[in-house]
T-cell receptor, first 114, second 115 residues
Framework: AQSVTQPDIHITVSEGASLELRCNYS??????LFWYVQSPGQGLQLLLK??????LVQGIKGFEAEFKRSQSSFNLRKPSVHWSDAAEYFCAVGASHYGQNFVFGPGTRLSVLP | GAVVSQHPSRVICKSGTSVKIECRSL??????MFWYRQFPKKSLMLMATSNEGSKATYEQGVEKDKFLINHASLTLSTLTVTSAHPEDSSFYIC???????????FGPGTRLTVL
């Protein structure tokens, strides 16, 4: 069965600093990988996704993620964090684009210092 | 586009009563809808997958008689928590997708509190 780990429960960075959120997955086939952000009182928003092709994926809000098959990782990065990026971030793996056999990681809470 | 709504956003009920949560796709026809449960400070757990006009497929460990899912139309799915108990208190989130979509679209969630 597939699984997702996010080793960091909570990360605090200063505004303007760079960010990397880690994600490791276990999946028996070629995975569909996703990063979502959840802000208080709001639904999950898709930041980016990877299915195939270029292993460096660009998303919304200046985020990017790199798929590394050898490390079973899909880490999320942003070169300069804004205060509005404070939220909960979830990595997820699935068997398709749209939700089949979807498994979310435990989430990483990001706090941003002014 | 691709907006999913949930109603109610928050509900409080007494133990033993049943609660219905609606999930609607507002601007597309959702051939597939998913229901998730999120515990406090925890991740989302997929409860079930429902396809329009057919019975929902429940994940292992989810009681289908407790969490009744109906997907009667291409824009509406409902989750009914029957005989709710305090341990059913949680944040329930639905998502929807359609043929040709390459992602699922999430609703804002419903906070259920059972007293």
């Amino acid at each position: 069965a597939q699984s997702v780990t996010q080793p960091d429960i909570h990360i605090t960075v200063s505004e303007g600093a760079s960010l990397e959120l880690r994600c490791n997955y276990s999946y028996g086939a070629t995975p569909y990988l996703f990063w979502y952000v959840q802000s208080p009182g709001q639904g999950l928003q898709l930041l980016l996704k990877y299915f195939s092709g270029d292993t460096l994926v660009q998303g919304i809000k200046g985020f990017e993620a790199e798929f590394k098959r050898s490390q079973s990782s899909f880490n999320l990065r942003k070169p300069s964090v804004h205060w509005s990026d404070a939220a909960e971030y979830f990595c997820a793996v699935g068997a398709s684009h749209y939700g089949q056999n979807f498994v979310f990681g435990p989430g990483t809470r990001l706090s941003v210092l002014p | 586009g691709a907006v999913v709504s949930q109603h109610p956003s928050r509900v409080i009920c007494k133990s033993g009563t049943s609660v219905k949560i609606e999930c609607r796709s507002l601007d597309f026809q959702a051939t597939t809808m998913f229901w998730y449960r999120q515990f406090p400070k925890k991740s989302l757990m997929l409860m079930a997958t429902s396809n329009e006009g057919s019975k929902a497929t429940y994940e292992q460990g989810v009681e289908k008689d407790k969490f009744l899912i109906n997907h009667a139309s291409l824009t509406l799915s409902t989750l009914t928590v029957t005989s709710a108990h305090p341990e059913d208190s949680s944040f329930y989130i639905c998502s929807a997708s359609h043929q040709g979509a390459n992602e699922q679209f999430f609703g804002p969630g419903t906070r259920l509190t059972v007293l």
